[in-house]
């Protein structure tokens, strides 16, 4: 199975910046919808961002509108996830993930994504 590799976190300072990548194979990235979910200590996972397989529609939740955007290039088989204007909440781990190919269910819920990549840790200092 194709596997999904996401990089790009850190520790950041508040109202800082950082981009996640989640690299994938087998043009998962054009087929698939693409999500991201955070974990954080204590908490449930939440619903980041996704985007369409067709790239037309993007989704984000509440806590992240306005301040986080999700791009794909297809070439390059990657999902990206901007994030700007960090806030301490925003840390946790990060999960990249993908839908059954060709599909495109609601992007806000975990159950309807199939593959998922290892997580990256976010961590945004006071």
């Known amino acids: 199975q194709v596997q999904l590799v996401e990089s790009g976190g850190g520790l950041v300072q508040a109202g800082g910046s950082l981009r996640l990548s989640c690299a994938a194979s087998?043009?998962?990235?054009?087929?698939?919808?693409m999500g991201w979910f955070r974990q954080a200590p204590g908490k449930e996972r939440e619903f980041v961002g996704g985007?369409?397989?067709?790239?037309?529609?993007?989704h984000y939740g509440d806590s992240v509108k306005g301040r986080f955007s999700i791009s794909k290039d297809n070439a390059k088989d990657t999902v990206y996830l901007q994030m700007n204007s960090l806030k301490p909440e925003d840390t946790a781990v990060y999960y990249c993930?993908?839908?059954?190919?060709?599909?495109?269910?609601?992007?806000?819920?975990?159950?309807?994504?199939?593959?998922w990549g290892q997580g990256t840790q976010v961590t945004v200092s006071s």
């Open positions: 087998g043009r998962t990235v054009r087929r698939s919808s």
């Open positions: 985007i369409s397989f067709t790239g037309v529609k993007t």
């Open positions: 993930a993908a839908q059954r190919p060709g599909t495109i269910g609601p992007m806000s819920l975990d159950s309807e994504y199939d593959l």
